[in-house]
């Protein structure tokens, strides 16, 4: 019985570690592109004033 309830435990770990890396990494991806888009206007910004 301890086998099996140790089994059970590895399991739910093993697919919880499945479904929440992945949103941890496309969480991260969504801040770090919320960022760089920032600083991307901030740059496009500069760009046309150095133009006009």
Known sequence: ??????????????????IVIPLVALAGLFVWLKLTEENDQDLLDLDLEDAG
Request: hydrophobic share 70%; aromatic share 0%; net charge positive.
């Open 1 to 18: 019985m301890k086998l099996v309830k140790t089994l059970a435990v590895a399991i739910t770990a093993v697919l919880t570690a499945l």
